[in-house]
Nanobody, 123 residues
Framework: QVHLAESGGGLVQAGDSLRLDCAAS????????MAWFRQARGKGREFVAA????????AYADSVKGRFTISRDNAKNTLYLQMNSLKPEDTAVYSC????????????????WGQGTRVTVSS
């Protein structure tokens, strides 16, 4: 299994930027597709972005496309989410996840999850 731990969340104002990190340990990080999901208060977990193990393919939710960038450093066993032009509607707990699948967008297809890091964007 892969153990995941997110960091980098915080309280920011609309228009600001944040970079979230997800440190992985355990089974090989290189061979897993990695993704970011978010869950706002009172709502279900929502797909944000995913990246293949080789970094050759990425996928983004329409709501974040052009503002967020997912990347990974396999040598450091770390996943990143660069978030620019943040909006109040981006407020949520952000979690990283891992799967052997090929860039799935469905929550139930991911096998390992981190504890999440909270992002709050004020007006």
């Amino acid at each position: 299994q892969v153990h995941l731990a997110e960091s980098g969340g915080g309280l920011v104002q609309a228009g600001d930027s944040l970079r979230l990190d997800c440190a992985a340990s355990g089974r090989t990080f290189v061979m897993y597709t990695m993704a970011w999901f978010r869950q706002a208060r009172g709502k279900g977990r929502e797909f944000v972005a995913a990246i293949s193990w080789s970094s050759g393919t990425t996928a983004y939710a329409d709501s974040v496309k052009g503002r967020f960038t997912i990347s990974r450093d396999n040598a450091k066993n770390t996943l990143y989410l660069q978030m620019n032009s943040l909006k109040p509607e981006d407020t949520a707990v952000y979690s990283c996840a891992a799967t052997k699948g090929v860039l799935p967008r469905t929550v139930g297809l991911y096998d390992s999850w981190g504890q999440g890091t909270r992002v709050t964007v004020s007006s």
